[in-house]
């Protein structure tokens, strides 16, 4: 629950809620951006997601040191199971080797 | 250190280590308190006691948003969900939480219509999909998740959506810590601040603590070597006499916080009077609930709510782990009765508990430690 989940943003549907599409580590899921609007992303962007509301704008390096820190703690799998429960539509299954992250380093 | 080992610039946590011993007086006990669950669990599974000099103390803070909350709590929301027709949707943490009847999986062994949800706009959209039944969203978390409840009880009033209503337990930090600074067997020096509730309301709520009470604070991200650079922070306050706000974690966390954040949490909710919390006992402005605009979405408004108030199981000493005046390993239960396979209180439920993380990391180390000895 209190995971920070890092994704990118690939796609923004404006509405009377902004959502987006936001891609974590191959998982595409709906996200709401009702909570950055006075700093909206654009696509590319990457964002930190809690519950599944962005909550803050971050860099690559942070998202990719954020999925790293998830998955030293052993909650990379259920980021991914939160990530993957976020509403009920809007689902695209990535390839099995999508999942897990390339390390940086 | 090979907990430390996987992580980049293993060179500069071996240097801020090196530091840290520098900058202790060995002459003084340091007690720091780390308040969230997130960094309590990183202290234990990359093992930074171990780099720590045996005068510097961490003690685990309030900040686990499943501890925290008294069983009476938990009771109240599975009495309204007992109703006929009520969904009961709460996050996958709730759900291994004992009640006095049992936790809310045991209830739905039981028949219960008990849903786990990733997000509170999940169990909107599970209202919206199920027209016939009530959805009740158990909602727990600091300031983290408050937002993200508030803005999806702004959604079903814009939406219309009438078959749903939020069971509020969110509480904010800040009156914990004051509850904690001002508990007469606690004596603390600084503070790691944490990260993610920053990330909403700021650094500037926690300069009361610098300014009135003289102990630094550090807000710090989670990786082993954020952890031990706000520890070097602190430290350096302590050294100087100084007593500051610091801010560590500046990649994420703005030092005003996130004002859309704030804006949905004033919009929907206001501070209770008081509120239970476990350990803790009643701590006044503390918890949020929903304002008045909001009634017909507050499940406490529209369901007879019991208030009823039960005691933790005897023999278990969460209270006294919780307020970080006992280590997990000397509760009665810990390891025996209470394991993480069968939690008898809350702390061992959640990966942000203390006793869950001490059992999972310290407790199991021995075994760990011979069985990578084999390996190799």
């Excluded at chain 2, 980049?8 to 007690?31: C, F, G, M, Q, S």
């Excluded at chain 2, 009740?136 to 409840?149: D, L, N, R």
């Excluded at chain 2, 920053?198 to 500037?204: E, K, L």
């Excluded at chain 2, 609930?289 to 005897?314: H, L």
Aim: net charge negative; with cysteine; glycine share 8%.
């Amino acid at each position: 629950m209190c995971l920070a989940i890092p994704g990118q943003v690939v796609e923004i549907f404006s509405g009377h809620q902004t959502t987006a599409l936001i891609d974590v580590v191959g998982v595409r899921r709906k996200v709401d951006l009702g909570l950055l609007q006075d700093d909206m992303p654009k696509p590319g962007d990457w964002v930190l997601i809690h519950v599944g509301f962005a909550m803050s704008k971050i860099s690559e390096e942070d998202a990719l040191d954020q999925m790293r820190i998830l998955r030293a703690l052993g909650e990379a799998e259920a980021a991914m199971q939160e990530v993957q429960g976020y509403g009920m539509d809007d689902v695209t299954t990535p390839n099995q080797h999508e999942i897990e992250p390339a390390d940086k380093a | 250190m090979k907990f430390v080992d996987e992580f980049r610039e293993p060179e500069v946590i071996t240097k801020t280590a090196e530091e840290i011993r520098r900058l202790a007086d060995p002459k003084r006990h340091y007690r720091i308190m780390e308040v969230c669950g997130g960094h309590t669990h990183a202290i234990y599974r990359f093992g930074l006691k171990d780099l720590l000099p045996s005068n510097i103390e961490l003690i685990h803070g309030p900040g686990c948003p499943v501890c925290v909350l008294p069983m009476g709590r938990i009771d109240d929301g599975l009495e309204i969900a007992q109703q006929p027709d009520v969904i009961f949707a709460a996050f996958g943490d709730m759900m291994r939480v004992p009640g006095t009847q049992g936790s809310p999986l045991e209830h739905k062994a039981r028949g219960m219509d008990v849903r786990i949800v990733y997000s509170p706009s999940d169990a909107l959209k599970l209202a919206q999909s199920n027209p016939e039944k009530h959805v009740m969203f158990f909602a727990i978390g600091f300031e983290t998740t408050a937002p993200s409840t508030a803005l999806t009880l702004v959604r079903a009033k814009a939406d219309s959506v009438h078959n749903f209503s939020v069971f509020c337990n969110h509480v904010t930090i800040i009156p914990a810590i004051r509850a904690i600074l001002d508990s007469p067997d606690m004596r603390l020096d600084a503070f790691i601040g944490p990260g993610h509730v920053s990330t909403v309301i700021g650094c500037r709520p926690y300069e009361w603590i610098a300014v009135n009470e003289k102990k630094p604070v550090a807000v710090s991200g989670f990786e082993p070597l954020d952890i031990l650079q706000s520890i070097v922070m602190v430290l350096r306050q302590l050294r100087k006499g100084e007593a500051k706000i610091e801010n560590q974690y500046k990649r994420v966390v703005p030092w005003e916080g996130n004002r859309a954040a704030l804006r949905a949490m004033a919009e929907v909710f206001e501070l209770r009077p008081y509120f239970e919390w476990r350990g803790l006992g009643f701590i006044s402005q503390s918890a949020l609930r929903i304002t008045d605009s909001y009634a017909e979405w507050d499940a406490e408004q529209r369901f007879q709510v019991a208030g009823v108030r039960v005691t933790d199981p005897k023999a278990a000493q969460c209270g006294e782990v919780l307020k970080g005046v006992l280590k997990p390993h000397q509760c009665k239960l810990f390891a025996k009765e209470c394991t993480p396979e069968h939690p008898v209180g809350a702390l061992m439920v959640s990966s942000e508990g203390s006793c869950a993380a001490y059992f999972n990391y310290e407790h199991r180390k021995t075994a760990m430690v011979s069985s990578i000895a084999s390996v190799v």
